[in-house]
């Protein structure tokens, strides 16, 4: 009798550790429909395990007007059930395959919302029956409520196809392009459950994602957890009009999961939703079995409230426009996400774990904004340090990228420079280098009360320098008051090599921060530094000022080593030393200017009115023009277009680099100094062999 007791209690374990997640403890919840109906709905129960036949087009095609057809759903708990319509008519709208249109006649389904977001998927046809799946409907609808029906033909053909995504892994070939949607009526949304967000923040996630890729979704913010142990008394076992879940991100707070519905069941196989989730193609979601806790009515339109249960059941592969593809088994590979956050308040870090599906990388950034946003529990002006790390199945390279922002909305800060660092990678349009499959993602975040900007106020350099000297320039700058110490403001000082080959001439020494501050009045929207692009105004001054060319990377290793050299500290400085300049160009060493009292023959000034006159250069020397008789110094180098001799290199900037630590840097300032040169207001230098040039008498006044 012992022994039986010790056996009973190993068995009970055992059968409660298979009834639990792995990963997390997953809390029992209830079935809130046990064979019973909702009060006032006429649906009937669809119990057990009914076998519903598929009815393709060319029967369906001889249906006749307003044959009464049914819906197959679950409008709350687990159970499933069957709502009255009627059929209205073939509609070939050019997808490539047609859609059946049908009238909602069950007036008390009508009554809890009509046709709601996460009806998507559910089987229409005659009793016993699937003619296709509910897939489109029309806002601010109207009883009876009309839809429209993917057909099983189409949906069954998805399971064949061959995504784009799938052609990488082979030999290249030609491929057709997908067929795309222009429809006039809506899809039945998906809803996709996103939790730990605040609901203020749904429409500025909306405006981050707002392209087509989400035109078939609806986010929500919801008040739920990870999924859940399953429902006493439910079978893991799909059917149609089974409620699923397809997740895009699990774990500590964010869960991110679009709900649908079971169309047809088919082997180790079925299909889903009646129209795309994300239009990905080739996809790889776990999918769950899900609960509906009831229809929520809305004016424009309804959607089921449901909640994810268990383990996963298998994988949604494919995501095209008439049908999303499951396949039963075991789960996919995601990308485990870990956020730390530093608040300012404490020294030690919280830290939260996620999981994001692949496929779906671009809500990496999503989980870290929301992350933050829960833990930090305040709207207010912060400056945030972060650093985003990346691990890949394709090298051991692991790449780390710092950034620092100051503004009003934090979220916003992290969701955009996240994104940034991680599509460049994950995204294979930006990323031309090679394939970058995350293995791992690491965020750190520091919150910071003390907005930490400084402006470049003042620049103080000495008024005349001589080439081949060192000179020190003062440099001021005025913090914001926050980060400002007694002293009110932050000093530096760097030191300046001048070449001994440096032009002479008046120039300026330039003080700037690393990044232009274009977007300082815009608040939260405007991108983070770094993201300005400074515009090319196509100068070329024979490589002067031109930044040195940089071998396009072939490898991922060499597009993360690019990347690293970079990346630019915000509180970085750029002290430039620019050579004297005549209208833009490169000044000329004291050897190559003319002669002091020198002017330029009469009719070669200029007009009053600034124009130029048009000249055809019929002379043919390439001298942009200046008339044969100019009157050249004795010995002058021929311009010869105005370009400099072929032995001569045009004159380098001096430039340092100084960095403020901590700061975002803003601003720019110059300080006018004096290049003097040995023969400066002496005329211009004799060429070899030749006797001193005397300077040229002055023209006569008219």
């Not at 500590?252 to 169309?263: L, R």
């Not at 990346?567 to 430039?576: A, C, F, K, R, Y």
Request: glycine share 10%.
């Amino acid at each position: 009798m012992r022994n039986f007791f010790v056996l009973a209690g190993i068995a009970l374990v055992m059968l409660f550790h298979l009834s639990c997640s792995p990963d997390e403890e997953q809390t029992e919840i209830e079935n809130p429909i046990t064979g019973e109906l909702l009060t006032g709905l006429n649906a009937a129960p669809l119990l057990g395990d009914v076998v519903l036949e598929n009815m393709y087009e060319d029967e369906a095609r001889k249906l006749t007007d307003k044959t009464p057809v049914q819906i197959v759903t679950v409008l709350e708990g687990t159970s499933r059930v069957v709502l009255e319509a009627r059929f209205r008519g073939v509609r070939d709208f050019g997808f490539g395959f047609p859609l059946y249109e049908c009238e909602l006649m069950d007036e008390s389904a009508e009554a809890m919302g009509g046709i709601a977001a996460g009806m998507s998927g559910s089987p229409v046809g005659p009793p016993g029956r699937i003619m296709g799946a509910l897939a489109y409907g029309n806002g601010f609808a109207k009883a009876p409520t009309r839809f429209w029906v993917t057909s099983i033909d189409a949906m069954e053909a998805t399971i064949d196809h061959q995504p784009l995504g799938e052609f990488l892994e082979q030999e290249p070939v030609a491929a057709a392009p997908a067929a795309g949607i222009n429809a006039t009526y809506v899809p039945v949304k998906t809803p996709v459950m996103i939790t730990g967000i605040q609901s203020h923040r749904i429409q500025e996630l909306s405006s981050h994602l707002s392209d087509s890729r989400y035109n078939f979704v609806e986010l929500f913010a919801d008040i739920a957890g990870a999924p859940a142990a399953p429902p006493l008394g439910t079978s893991q076992r799909l059917a149609p009009g089974d409620m699923i879940g397809a997740a895009i991100a699990t774990g500590d707070i964010v869960n991110s999961i679009g709900f649908g519905t079971v169309t047809q069941i088919y082997d180790d196989k079925f299909v889903a939703f009646g129209h795309p989730f994300f239009y990905d193609g080739q996809s790889a979601l776990p999918v769950y079995k899900a609960v509906v806790n009831g229809i929520v009515p809305n004016l424009l339109a309804s959607y089921k409230s449901a909640s994810a249960y268990g383990k996963p059941i298998g994988t949604i592969t494919k995501d095209l426009t008439p049908a999303i593809v499951g396949e039963f088994g075991a789960p996919p590979p995601m990308i485990p996400v870990k956020v730390s956050y530093h608040p300012a308040n404490s020294a030690t870090a919280i830290e939260k774990h996620h999981q994001v599906a692949y496929g779906q990388e671009s809500f990496i950034p999503i989980v870290a904004a929301i992350t933050l946003d829960a833990l930090r529990m305040e709207f207010s002006n912060s400056t945030i340090e972060g650093s985003v790390t990346l691990q890949f199945q394709e090298t051991d390279t692991v790449y780390t990228e710092p950034f620092r922002r100051a503004s009003s909305v934090a979220f916003l800060d992290v969701l955009t420079n996240v994104d940034q660092i991680v599509q460049s990678f994950s995204n294979t349009l930006s990323n031309s280098a090679g394939k970058a499959t995350l293995k791992a993602v690491s965020i750190s975040i520091t919150d910071k009360p003390q907005i930490a900007k400084a402006e470049i106020s003042e620049v103080v350099a000495p008024e005349e320098i001589m080439p081949g000297e060192s000179i020190t320039v003062s440099i001021t700058l005025v913090p914001h008051w926050s980060t400002a110490g007694a002293e009110r403001t932050i000093q530096r000082e760097v030191t300046l090599e001048v070449p001994e080959d440096f032009p002479a001439g008046e120039t300026n020494i330039n003080v700037a921060a690393s990044a232009l501050d274009l977007f300082a009045d815009l608040g939260p929207l405007g991108p983070p530094p770094g993201d300005i692009p400074i515009p090319d105004f196509g100068f070329d001054f024979g490589g002067f000022g031109e930044d040195e060319e940089k071998p396009v990377p072939t490898t991922l290793d060499e597009l993360i080593k690019q990347m690293e050299e970079d990346q630019m500290d915000p509180g970085l400085i750029t002290v430039t030393l620019t050579p004297p300049g005549l209208g833009g160009f490169p000044g000329l060493p004291p050897d190559l200017l003319p002669p002091e009292g020198f002017l330029p023959p009469e009719g070669f000034l200029p007009p009053e009115d600034g124009e130029m006159p048009e000249d055809d250069d019929e002379d043919g020397d390439g001298d942009g023009g200046i008339p044969g008789d100019f009157p050249f110094p004795e010995g002058f180098p021929p311009l010869d277009g105005l370009t400099l001799p072929e032995d001569m290199e045009p004159p380098e900037p001096v430039e340092v680099e100084l960095i403020i630590d901590g700061f975002i840097v803003t601003g720019s300032r110059d300080a006018t100094v004096m290049i003097k040169g040995e023969e400066m207001g002496e005329g211009i230098a004799p060429m070899e062999g030749e006797a001193p040039m005397e300077p040229a008498e002055p023209a006569e006044e008219e």
